[in-house]
Nanobody
């Protein structure tokens, strides 16, 4: 069983930055078979993958909509994943969820079906 706790959401003006954190109850070192991903869901919209990280932090994947603006990283010693979000836009407003694939992560991808544990979410609101 994996527990995930997100934090860092809030309200910011367009062009601003936020950093989301996700503390996991599993170790993230290479070879531990865990991948972490961030998904988001805006009201009335389907949930979409934003970024994922695996292989101890050496592999990452990003959605086209956030490339160059968002950076996913992790601190293996703290079992924590981060999503640094810069140049935020109103369309980035959503509930952001941290998800984990464990005990196996064959692909560092952004498909919901690849992740079997989910956090409760943290809300991000970007005003114009």
């Amino acid at each position: 069983q994996v527990q995930l706790v997100e934090s860092g959401g809030g309200s910011v003006q367009a062009g601003g930055s936020l950093r989301l954190s996700c503390v996991a109850s599993v170790m993230m070192y290479p070879g531990r078979g865990v991948c972490i991903a961030w998904f988001r869901q805006a009201p009335g919209m389907e949930r979409e993958g934003v970024a994922s990280i695996g292989n101890g932090g050496y592999s990452t994947t990003y959605a086209d909509s956030v490339k160059g603006r968002f950076t996913i990283s992790q601190d293996n010693a703290k079992n924590t994943s981060f999503l640094q979000m810069n140049s935020l836009k109103p369309e980035d407003s959503a509930m952001y969820y941290c998800a984990a694939a464990w005990p196996r992560c064959p692909s560092v991808d952004l498909y919901e079906r690849s992740y079997n544990y989910w956090g409760q979410g943290t809300r991000v609101t970007v005003s114009s």
